[in-house]
């Protein structure tokens, strides 16, 4: 089962216009962490938060966490065509920085 | 640096041959792990290891074998494959836990 749940499953915007993309999951963690994958790539990391931080920035990147709600969101801003992708959160917990993937949200970016 | 390395990109086999799918990293990283992608789903760990002589299984381990001789090289072993197992597998690596994982560019794996 997976751990992270990604909303939405996909999402089409125009160009100029911010993306959000939400993630929960279930159980405590020590970090969450957002990858992106281009279609047929491996996974690149975008930004990673402990579970003692709140908010953390990355360029046009912005990445909330509340781990009362057990919720994180990322937020692009100002799209472009070339953010279109795949983009996954991955929950870190225990020994062996083993990762639990959602399954993802694709976003698309409209020229 | 060439980060991590992952052969083949592509392999078909037949269903009950077995073959080792290779990783090798170049950064020094100690943990070292295995994923497997279905269509339109997230990855999910198969084998994971902290550091040489060290493995340990993931979520989805059974099919497969890892072994970790050296910090730079992570084999993953199909034993016997099977239709389930049709995947891309990725390889990824960090230089130690809550930290950032680097992946390979994929192993896209079909058994016939």
């Known amino acids: 089962s997976q751990q992270g749940e990604e909303d939405p499953q996909a999402l089409s915007i125009q160009e100029g216009e911010n993306a959000t993309m939400n993630c929960s999951y279930k159980?405590?963690?020590?970090?969450l962490q957002w990858y992106r994958q281009n279609s047929g790539r491996g996974l690149v990391h975008l930004i990673l938060?402990?579970?003692?931080?709140r908010e953390k920035h990355s360029g046009r990147l912005r990445v909330t966490l509340d781990t009362s709600k057990k919720s994180s969101s990322l937020l692009i801003t100002a799209s472009r065509a070339a953010d279109t992708a795949s983009y996954f959160c991955a929950t870190g917990r225990g020994a062996g920085n083993m990762l639990t993937f959602g399954g993802g949200t694709r976003l698309m970016v409209k020229p | 640096n060439a980060g991590v390395t992952q052969t083949p990109k592509f392999q078909v086999l037949k269903t009950g041959q077995s073959m080792t799918l290779q990783c090798a990293q170049d950064m020094n990283h100690e943990y070292m792990s295995w994923y497997r992608q279905d269509p339109g789903m997230g990855l999910r760990l198969i084998h994971y290891?902290?550091?040489?002589?060290?493995?340990d299984q993931g979520e989805v381990p059974n099919g497969y074998n890892v072994s970790r001789s050296t910090t730079e090289d992570f084999p993953l072993r199909l034993l016997s494959a099977a239709p389930s197992q049709t995947s891309v597998y990725f390889c990824?690596?960090?230089?130690?836990?809550?930290?950032?994982?680097?992946f390979g560019s994929g192993t896209q794996l079909s058994v016939l």
């Open positions: 159980t405590s963690i020590n970090n």
């Open positions: 938060i402990r579970s003692n931080e």
């Open positions: 990824a690596s960090s230089y130690s836990n809550s930290e950032k994982l680097f």
């Open positions: 290891s902290v550091g040489a002589g060290i493995t």
